[in-house]
């Protein structure tokens, strides 16, 4: 059996001035993949002879079960979602327990800080500006993930296989680790909303967004800021739903970010974020794993289904020249109502679910009761 654990690199570049001393400066990671050759080669020039069979296992002394079932360990990098990640790839004879791969990451992070990271840190790699130098470990941005937590990291869906021979589906998250899973969530939330406004053109006067810009900058300083005690499992389990749980909370948040604010209270207090639990994932893209256990609902996969089709619809609307649209006119209205009745005024009944299911465009079928044709 095989399975792979997952960690962040971090490249730093050292750049020389004209008396020879060295400046270091961590690059970015969209920069830092374009180095992923290089880096595998260096890699590949640490492993030592006497690891050629068990990999990092070779140094491994302790004689308990993770010792007998993990037959070797070898560490590359790869790139996922436009990031450098260090992936241990692991080889064992039966499945790991949860308390089994704790130890193995235990001794994996040592390997990352003092042993096979350490060495690593100090070959150069020659670059066009400068020399580059690989960590594995850096102090307050570390992890070590299994398939399901790198999957859930990235919100990424989760391969069918991932989790062959290692099971963790019965360790219980800590609010420690919900709370880091958190605050890297929201780190690239906020990294891509500044990358979005620098590539759209709409923003290039950015005093337009100052109001948008401010309250997302808010927004994240805050959920940085929150103490562990004010959070708890299921408050973070449901923030970690959404793939951009910091544009849920700014979105909260009325106009300019003042002090007159009250963001606690947004976020935690009667009729707040967490309180009201909205779930809607129209308005807020769900994660893979989220998106599955909502539709797992039949009247959320027939409000999604409503909404495939009034999207088709407009598609369809917006590729038609003028004269054809004013043709159809007398079909646009009922359509838009019979959406809109279905998919926000409706309340289901059992029946009406299972009935309406039963088509693939249940807005086109019943949409004649509103007054118009088929389109």
Same mark, same amino acid.
């Given at each position: ?237 449901? /923030? %970690?739903? #959404?793939? !951009? +749980? $910091? ?7 009325? =106009? ?99 009935? /309406? %299911?039963? #088509?693939? !465009? +249940? $807005? ?7 007054? =118009?044709?088929?389109?």
């Amino acid at each position: 059996m095989k399975a792979k654990l997952y960690s962040p690199i971090h490249c730093d570049i050292c750049k020389y001035d004209k008396y020879g001393g060295c400046g270091f400066t961590e690059i970015n990671p969209l920069s830092a993949r374009t180095h992923l050759e290089d880096i595998r080669a260096v890699f590949a020039k640490e492993r030592k002879p006497e690891e050629s069979a068990r990999g990092l296992m070779t140094y491994y002394d302790k004689a308990d079960s993770v010792n007998e079932k993990v037959q070797s360990l070898f560490v590359d990098a790869d790139v996922y979602e436009d990031t450098l990640w260090a992936v241990a790839t692991l080889e064992f004879t039966e499945p790991l327990a949860a308390d089994e791969i704790s130890v193995l990451k235990n001794y994996l992070s040592w390997q990352y800080s003092d042993g096979f990271g350490e060495a690593l840190e100090q070959r150069a790699i020659n670059a066009e500006y400068g020399e580059i130098y690989v960590r594995l470990w850096k102090y307050g941005n570390n992890f070590i993930d299994t398939p399901e937590q790198f999957a859930r990291r990235l919100c990424l869906p989760l391969p069918s296989d991932a989790l062959a021979g290692l099971n963790t589906q019965d360790a219980p998250h800590d609010i420690t680790e919900l709370i880091n899973l958190l605050h890297y969530r929201i780190d690239r939330n906020l990294n891509d909303f500044f990358i979005n406004i620098g590539n759209d053109a709409a923003h290039r006067f950015i005093t337009a967004e100052s109001k948008q810009i401010a309250a997302v900058c808010e927004a994240h300083c805050f959920l940085k800021a929150v103490e562990a005690d004010n959070w708890n499992t299921a408050d973070l389990e449901y /923030l %970690l739903r #959404f793939k !951009n +749980p $910091l544009k849920l909370f700014a979105d909260k948040l009325p =106009g300019a970010v003042s002090g007159n604010i009250d963001m606690f209270g947004v976020m935690f207090a009667e009729g707040g974020i967490l309180d009201r639990r909205e779930q809607k994932p129209r308005d807020y893209a769900l994660t893979p794993e989220a998106y599955q256990s909502y539709l797992e609902s039949p009247e959320n996969r027939l409000r999604e289904r409503l909404a495939e089709n009034f999207n088709e619809y407009k598609r369809d609307m917006l590729d038609m020249d003028k004269e054809k649209i004013f043709f159809a006119a007398n079909e646009i209205a009922p359509i838009q109502q019979a959406y809109e009745y279905f998919s926000q005024e409706h309340s289901y009944s059992k029946d009406e679910v299972d009935f /309406l %299911l039963k #088509f693939q !465009n +249940p $807005l086109e079928r019943h949409s004649g009761r509103f007054g =118009g044709g088929h389109h």
